[in-house]
């Protein structure tokens, strides 16, 4: 009995700690945001004991660290806040650094830099690296605006490898820098690269930056896109949303499964592909739109429907379109699209037939050439950084924009050469990790609580 | 005989108070028609009922106090159906006596221009001044300036042919010429306004050596493609008659290689691509005179009709004079120009020069380690530096006098146009639209305009546009086009004032689809 009762007594303590541990493992179950839109670049945020509705006074900064200019975002994991940033020394000459911060104070921990040159760039937006840090384990991959690719020890910062895609691949850096974010695929880095011949693609080793395989002509631009995996019926497609259209490519060989021809011009492609069961989406400021359909049965694609770009004959940004966006990547949410339009607009779609549902300008407040915001669904809802440095929590649907709160984060830092009411914008996107955002602008990185009774 | 240009600094009363200046060049009136009424082929000047109405909407525009610059080529005294001049096979071009017989036969010709002409500077305070150019550079012969002062039969003072080869207003705020003496061109004259050489005793026009290259072929195949210098830039045409024909051009092939990458280059290739303040790279010159001349063959695209053309030039030795003749400053302007057309065709630039923005790219001159890194953005420096240079010497002629503000020039027969994206001060945070351009990178004076010409023309592009509509081969549309098939629209620019400020603005007198004519701030084409 005693035994029987020691044990149902130990059995209770253990259940109670088990149901304390396993309670615990709910309320602190972190999320960590290791690259580009958050882990897989699908711009979903898993966690749960989420605010709300934003207090009154705002959210409380948990800290505040200063760093210097750049787009990037920052990436999150174990524990520690990746971003980088530059600063110019002399002329177009900069110093460009990757941080590693404590994700809980802030501290720096270790910097890396490295110098660089930003002649050619466009130099209103020659401000510093765009990339978000890539997350691997024990590495992180930090990649400057000309193309310097570095593999840092994430504990020191020491530098494991380094690439520079101008001298080791011959790459011509675009006008408004190198963009693409290396993407971590078992023991492939695959990088955009825009190198020659052939190399607009590339895998390198991610353990030491040999290369592995090379993939799609350079004869054209790189364009500004990110390499992005899905898994379409049990085979794996790395998508690349290029200049000349779309390449879906076998990850572990580079070999191409299929490609649609669709040129935008300048190179500017920038909104990262989105899919959602079948449907696969592109869209660009003069490309237009094209939703295609992803078939399960057999490897390849087809054009479901298409939206004009401005590169359409007769297309202005004025003229009505269905979603043209430059740099703001969509979401594809229970059958309809929703996305930022070049002219600002918050816009809704139909994913299956590209039929306008609504727009607003409800998001940005105002109409605005190349208005961009960030979409994060947690949940129902959707956490969207807007470029006046605001975060919005809203839910989207095919009847309208629901704005449950706004709050002001930082301050839009970053110069822009157009007319907005703000004199500058923010296009920097933001980590979710851990129930906290972090976000960047070019003077300070900001982390804010949003865990439940924040 | 010739006895060189008089009366240097003979300038009428020009550009004052409310007057409006009208440039407009390149109108190559010549021989006219055959005893049959048919069009001789080399005629470019087919439109005297438009330019009749253009006078009298000018004068009416202007409130009859327009000064009117026929800004170098209103006649065309080089290209001729009567036999070549006798100092020809020299390399010379025609005495006083051959030029004024030519001239007195496109006088004959073109009498209701010159009429229309004469109608429009006896009517209010016009004035109408005919600045030399290139083909009609004999009218730097005294003689044969006055011929076409009497010609106008205008009363003193409003007719004038210049003897100083360019024109300034009153004020001088506006200077016009012709534009073949700027930079390297290839049809630059070695003592303008003085282009007279003495040989055996006879005072001659010397012949530029672009002009001995391109004058042939053009008599050798405008008869077959009469359209072939209507293509603008000028000269490109040649390249699409010898695609056409697939020619063997010989020995020419090596000057002509050369003058048509130029063509192609720092003078004529027209893009809005300047949208940013960046700092151009530093081309190797020396790693590029390494290459030889495989480096001219290079730099032209694979689907360039004078590609092949280049390429047997290369196999057949012919092209190392060329290359070793190569200056610094034109092979970064080549360089330059390479850089421009791979950008341009690698993001699929819209219609920003003339040329197709789509098709195979060619590979970046090698730069200096230091400035490795972005495309390269600022493709304007070459020309830049061209006209910067060609506004001091103007400066420096004019010594004492106020430095222009607005340069008209045309020559090119390509006009500029609006670029509003093209000047951006305040670090590029501020556009702001202009027509012309600044060479002074971010500025917006001293103006540069080119004012095209006063012809119908049809670019690259527009070529091979029509060739698709039509689905034909381009042989075969070269072959059938007559100038009269090309759009109705004739390029010039208007220089009004604005509180003493001069303003100018490529205008084109354009026929709209209902037939009527008016002046339009583009072709609409």
Not at chain 1, 82 to 96: G, L, M, P
Request: glycine content about 10%.
């Amino acid at each position: 009995m005693g035994a029987s009762g020691r044990g149902s007594s130990i059995g209770a303590i253990s259940l109670s700690f088990l149901i304390i541990f396993a309670a615990a493992g709910v309320m602190l179950r972190g999320e960590d945001w290791p690259e580009w839109r958050g882990k897989g670049r699908l711009g979903v945020w898993n966690e749960t004991g989420i605010l709300e509705k934003f207090p009154e006074s705002g959210l409380t900064a948990t800290w505040r660290t200063p760093v210097n200019a750049g787009y990037a975002g920052p990436a999150v994991a174990g524990g520690r806040v990746f971003v980088t940033d530059s600063r110019r020394v002399k002329a177009n000459q900069a110093i460009e650094r990757a941080l590693a911060l404590d994700e809980r104070t802030g501290q720096v921990l270790w910097t890396r830099e490295w110098p660089t040159n930003y002649s050619g760039l466009q130099l209103v937006y020659a401000i510093g690296p765009r990339a978000t840090p890539t997350v691997d384990g024990d590495r992180v991959y930090v990649l400057g605006a000309m193309g310097n690719l570095l593999a840092l020890d994430v504990s020191t910062g020491r530098v494991l490898w380094q690439k520079d895609y101008v001298k080791d691949f011959n790459t011509s850096i675009p006008s408004w820098g190198i963009t693409g974010a290396p993407l971590v695929d078992g023991d492939r880095l695959i990088c955009l690269v825009g190198g020659e011949p052939d190399a607009k693609v590339m895998a390198l080793d991610k353990r030491t930056g040999e290369e592995i395989w090379r993939s799609l002509s350079s004869d054209t631009e790189p364009g500004y896109n990110q390499p992005i995996i899905f898994d379409v019926g049990g085979v794996r497609q790395l998508i690349i949303f290029h200049p000349t259209g779309f390449s879906s490519l076998d990850p572990a060989t580079g070999k191409v499964f299929w490609e649609i021809e669709h040129r935008s011009q300048m190179g500017i492609v920038v909104a990262t592909p989105v899919r959602s069961g079948p449907y696969l989406f592109f869209t660009s400021q003069y490309g237009g739109a094209r939703m295609l359909r992803l078939d399960d049965g057999k490897l390849g694609a087809s054009l479901l429907w298409s939206g004009p770009g401005e590169q359409d004959r007769g297309m202005t940004h004025d003229t009505p379109n269905t979603l043209n966006s430059v740099i703001s990547t969509p979401v594809i949410s229970d059958g309809y699209v929703y996305g930022i339009d070049n002219d600002g607009q918050l816009r809704c779609l139909d994913a299956a037939t590209g039929k306008l549902m609504w727009k607003t300008d409800a998001l940005l407040k105002e109409h605005a050439m190349y208005g961009t915001a960030f979409f994060v669904r947690n949940g129902e809802r959707f956490f969207i950084n807007n470029d006046r440095g605001e975060l919005v929590m809203a839910t989207l649907s095919p009847k309208g924009f629901n704005e449950i709160g706004r709050t002001k984060l930082v301050e839009p830092t970053h110069p822009y050469v157009r007319r907005r009411q703000l004199p500058n914008v923010l296009w920097s996107h933001p980590a979710y990790a851990n129930r906290h955002i972090v976000i960047r602008n070019d003077e300070e990185i900001v982390r804010f609580s949003l865990a439940s009774g924040s | 005989m010739l006895a060189g240009p008089a009366k240097a600094g003979h300038y009428l009363p020009q550009g004052v108070g409310a007057r409006t200046i009208v440039v407009l060049s390149d109108l190559h009136m010549g021989a006219g028609r055959d005893r049959s009424g048919k069009w001789y082929p080399y005629e470019d000047f087919r439109w005297s009922p438009e330019f009749a109405a253009f006078l009298a909407a000018v004068d009416r525009q202007g409130g009859s106090a327009v000064d009117l610059i026929l800004n170098g080529d209103t006649f065309e005294l080089l290209q001729s159906t009567e036999s070549n001049c006798a100092g020809a096979a020299a390399g010379l071009g025609c005495d006083e006596v051959e030029a004024l017989a030519r001239l007195e036969r496109v006088l004959r010709a073109h009498e209701a221009d010159v009429k229309a002409l004469g109608q429009f500077a006896r009517a209010g305070s016009n004035r109408v001044v005919f600045v030399p150019g290139d083909h009609d550079a004999a009218l730097l012969v005294p003689g044969i300036g006055r011929r076409v002062e009497r010609a106008l039969a205008a009363p003193a003072g409003r007719v004038e042919v210049t003897a100083s080869g360019d024109w300034s207003s009153a004020d001088d705020q506006v200077y016009a010429e012709h534009g073949h003496q700027i930079g390297p061109s290839a049809h630059r004259f070695e003592n303008w306004p003085s282009p007279f050489v003495r040989r055996g005793g006879r005072e001659q026009l010397a012949r530029p050596w672009g002009e001995a290259v391109i004058q042939e072929l053009f008599n050798r195949y405008e008869p077959r493609y009469p359209v072939i210098d209507n293509v603008v830039a000028s000269g490109i045409g040649v390249k699409y008659a010898l695609a056409a024909d697939s020619a063997d051009v010989g020995d020419l092939a090596a000057p002509l290689v050369r003058y048509l990458l130029f063509t192609m280059s720092w003078q004529q290739f027209r893009m809005e691509l300047d949208d940013g303040d960046v700092q151009p790279p530093t081309w190797d010159v020396a790693q590029v005179r390494a290459q030889g001349p495989p480096f001219l063959v290079s730099s032209l695209p694979d689907d360039d009709r004078l590609k092949p053309l280049a390429a047997k030039a290369l196999a057949d030795g012919r092209l190392a004079q060329s290359m070793e003749e190569l200056g610094d400053d034109e092979i970064v302007a080549v360089c330059d120009y390479r850089a421009a057309m791979r950008r341009a065709r690698r993001r699929f630039e819209p219609v920003v020069t003339q040329f197709q923005p789509r098709g195979p790219v060619v590979a970046e001159c090698p730069r200096t380690p230091e400035s490795r890194g972005a495309v390269f953005d600022y493709f304007w420096r070459s020309r830049d530096v061209v006209f910067a240079r060609h506004l001091e010497t103007i400066a420096r002629r004019r010594s004492g006098r106020a430095r222009p503000s607005v340069f008209v020039h045309g020559h090119t027969h390509l006009p500029d146009r609006s670029q509003t994206g093209a000047n951006m001060i305040s670090g590029g945070l501020l556009k702001i639209p202009m027509e012309g351009f600044s060479p002074v990178h971010g500025a917006l004076t001293p103006i540069v305009i080119n004012d095209g010409a006063w012809q119908r023309t049809i670019t690259p592009v527009q070529l091979d546009r029509l060739a698709s509509d039509r689905g034909v081969p381009e042989k075969e549309l070269l072959a059938s086009l007559q100038p009269e098939d090309l759009a109705p629209c004739y390029s010039f620019v208007q220089i009004e004032s604005t509180g003493g400020v001069p303003v100018p603005a490529v205008r084109y007198w354009r026929q709209s689809a209902a037939g009527d004519w008016a002046i339009a701030a583009a072709c609409g084409r």
